[in-house]
């Protein structure tokens, strides 16, 4: 079966300080990876996604970027990390020739203090 | 343009008593529907979908919903909670044309008490 791992659980960083969240799928190849935001007051909201590897999709302009080195790893990265960063951050799979059924990961809870 | 109304932020139950959470949504093509259920700190995770066929889905945990074409809505059911339902649901749609873009609406914080 398929599993999904994200790392760390949480987080709390500086204002100015550089991101790094991890992201990595078992038991499956050649998945589509999501990463959304769960900010309070503004819901949850789609990041990036990717197809494959080296293929981003960016959905919202901002300080974040996102890069998938693996075929089953998907990386969320900032060089400065701003207060409007904080937020429940989730990745997601689906499978390459399914993307309307996405299965979530337990999350990163960020903090930027 | 799409969007995702879900009509109760927060919805009180009593254990055992039915519920249903409110969604509707706007758009110019066609959809496919989802529910998703957020226990505290944790990840989504999918209770059911509508993708084509009838418009009668049924879910994990007992939970049920119904795509209604004409009010544009999936209202979400369950007849009898457990205190265990206590969560925040997400309504989901993904355009026919878009791909595998969630878009989510705000959230429905249900309470369950004894």
């Known amino acids: 079966s398929q599993t999904i791992h994200q790392w760390p659980a949480t987080l709390v960083q500086p204002v100015g300080s550089p991101l790094s969240l991890e992201c990595t799928v078992e038991?499956?190849?050649?998945?589509?990876l999501y990463w959304y935001r769960q900010a309070a007051g503004r819901g949850l909201q789609l990041l990036f996604y990717?197809?494959?590897?080296?293929?981003i999709s960016s959905e919202v302009p901002q300080n974040l970027s996102a890069s998938r080195p693996q075929d089953r790893q998907f990386i969320l990265s900032s060089k400065k990390l701003l207060l409007s960063d904080s937020g429940f951050y989730l990745c997601?799979?689906?499978?390459?020739?399914?993307?309307?059924?996405?299965?979530f990961g337990p999350g990163t809870r960020l903090t930027v203090t | 343009a799409q969007s995702v109304t879900q009509l109760d932020s927060q919805v009180p139950v009593f254990e055992e008593a039915p519920v249903e959470l409110r969604c509707n949504y706007s758009?110019?093509?066609?959809?496919?529907l989802f529910w998703y259920v957020q226990y505290p700190n944790q990840g989504l995770q999918l209770l059911l979908k509508?993708?084509?066929?009838?418009?009668l889905v049924k879910g994990i945990n007992g939970f049920e919903a119904e795509f209604n074409k004409s009010q544009t809505s999936f209202h979400l059911r369950k007849p009898s909670v457990h205190i265990s339902d206590t969560a925040e649901y997400f309504c989901?749609?993904?355009?026919?044309?878009?791909?595998?873009?969630?878009?989510f609406g705000a959230g429905t914080q249900v309470v369950v008490t004894p």
């Open positions: 509508y993708l084509s066929g009838s418009t």
């Open positions: 990717s197809v494959g590897i080296g293929q």
């Open positions: 038991g499956t190849s050649n998945p589509n």
């Open positions: 758009s110019s093509v066609s959809v496919y």
């Open positions: 989901a749609v993904i355009r026919a044309d878009s791909w595998g873009k969630l878009q």
């Open positions: 997601a799979w689906s499978d390459g020739n399914h993307p309307y059924e996405q299965y």
